[in-house]
Nanobody
Framework: QVQLVESGGGLVQPGGSLRLSCVTS????????MTWHRQAPEKQRELLAR???????YYVDSVKGRFTVSRDNTKSTVYLQMNSLKPEDTAVYYC?????WGQGTQVTVSS
């Protein structure tokens, strides 16, 4: 059974940082590309970042320079370090592996 479990969301002030984690099971993590997405209220889910099995990272322009995706194959976990957070980053954040999605973790950026 495949499981992806995100954690690390919460309430943070503008300019603050959060580190999201996505622990996986049931997949061959070391061979899996992983992606992070988010969905704000009344908006479509959007891709933020991708990390391939060899660690190559890709970012969309809106988060480039602020977000960093990384992975720890020994823990079957992918991370999203988010810095310089803005109110418009408020959303539910999801990790994905192929057709499998996590349940999401809420990030709220507000003063």
């Amino acid at each position: 059974q495949v499981q992806l479990v995100e954690s690390g969301g919460g309430l943070v002030q503008p300019g603050g940082s959060l580190r999201l984690s996505c622990v996986t099971s049931g997949i061959i993590f070391s061979l899996s590309g992983m992606t992070w997405h988010r969905q704000a209220p009344e908006k479509q889910r959007e891709l933020l970042a991708r990390i391939s099995s060899d660690g190559t990272a890709y970012y969309v322009d809106s988060v480039k320079g602020r977000f960093t995706v990384s992975r720890d194959n020994t823990k079957s976990t992918v991370y999203l370090q988010m810095n310089s957070l803005k109110p418009e980053d408020t959303a539910v954040y999801y990790c994905r592996s192929g057709k499998f999605w996590g349940q999401g973790t809420q990030v709220t950026v507000s003063s």
